[in-house]
């Protein structure tokens, strides 16, 4: 594979691959509020943006891992699921923990339908079983003692039990699809996240490493503001006791006074869900002029 280099000629460029598919818009969303502003086009798989040391490609999450392992890739976003179905050997950055449709982890689950006499991994000797995740199950079923067989899904996996196959090994958020499907799940094999990988070579570059490094702090902070806001008050220095008493910051409130004496000006994050029940608790305290705006990053 050989990445396109028609969007720049800057000499210093990191190779990145960002996952096409479930995970694309959250991901461009994601580095938007990071800093990066990326444009992509249904004609390429090449996207540009506006930082001219990115060289982008979009890739199947699927495949990332291994083309970071061979240095194709300088680095990828792609889940630890697939990291571990290719038994990719890369360097983690980060654990960036978003998804296509929540911030939960992406679970893989053995599931049945709701009748079947399976109840675990001991009741699938001699069975069969289809999934997506054809090496990480087989890791399973051998740490269990069992031999099964396990084939490869290509997709609509929950329709194929119980006619085609006996169970399924499928990747779900919520569990509201095989729930859906008549299915119930009765095993955990693995909580995936989504991260930051690099290949070894790269990441031993002094400069390469600093630049994935930032990307790894912006991209951070950026989902840890994305469920906080900020709030900005004003309140007599009479209050002030009251108010600190009421306020869930992040560490201590910033606490300022205002050209008359007798007022101060508070500042703090909170979470999102909070502000709802928490402004007029504040404004019953003395609190006024309280401003709420939303933040792009929270760097720790």
Excluded at 86 to 94: G, Q, R, S, Y
Excluded at 215 to 223: D, V, Y
Aim: charged share 25%.
């Amino acid at each position: 594979m050989k990445l396109s280099t028609e969007h720049s000629s800057n000499a210093r460029q990191l190779r990145i691959g960002l996952p096409k598919g479930s995970l694309q818009d959250a991901t461009i969303r994601m580095m938007k509020r990071a800093g990066w502003s990326i444009n992509v086009s249904d004609r390429s798989y090449f996207p540009s943006s506006d930082d001219d040391e990115l060289s982008i490609v979009l890739l199947r999450a699927q495949e990332i891992p291994r083309y970071v392992q061979d240095g194709v890739l300088d680095c990828g976003i792609t889940g630890f699921d697939n990291v571990l179905e290719c038994d990719a050997d890369v360097h983690e950055i980060a654990e960036l923990i978003y998804s296509k449709a929540t911030s939960r982890p992406y679970r893989w689950v053995l599931a049945v339908p709701n009748d079947s006499p399976i109840s675990g991994p001991k009741d699938l000797q001699g069975k069969r079983i289809s999934t997506e995740l054809v090496n990480v199950t087989k890791r399973y079923l051998e740490k269990h003692g069992v031999v099964a067989d396990v084939e490869f899904s290509w997709g609509a996996t929950e329709v194929k039990v119980p006619d085609l196959v006996d169970a399924i090994v499928e990747g779900t958020e919520t569990g509201s699809t095989l729930r859906a499907h008549g299915l119930k799940i009765v095993d955990e094999l693995l909580s995936s996240t989504t991260r930051l990988i690099a290949n070894h070579a790269a990441w031993n570059d002094e400069w390469k490493q600093s630049k994935m490094q930032n990307m790894a702090t912006l991209m951070l902070g950026a989902m840890q503001a994305e469920s906080k806001v900020g709030l900005k008050m004003n309140a007599p220095q009479s209050a002030l006791e009251n108010i600190i008493a009421l306020l869930p910051a992040m560490r201590t409130p910033t606490i300022s006074h205002l050209s008359n004496s007798d007022w101060i000006a508070l500042e703090i994050i909170a979470e999102e869900k909070q502000v709802r029940d928490l402004i007029p608790l504040l404004k019953s305290a003395g609190a006024t002029a309280i401003i709420e705006y939303p933040l792009n990053k929270v760097i720790p």
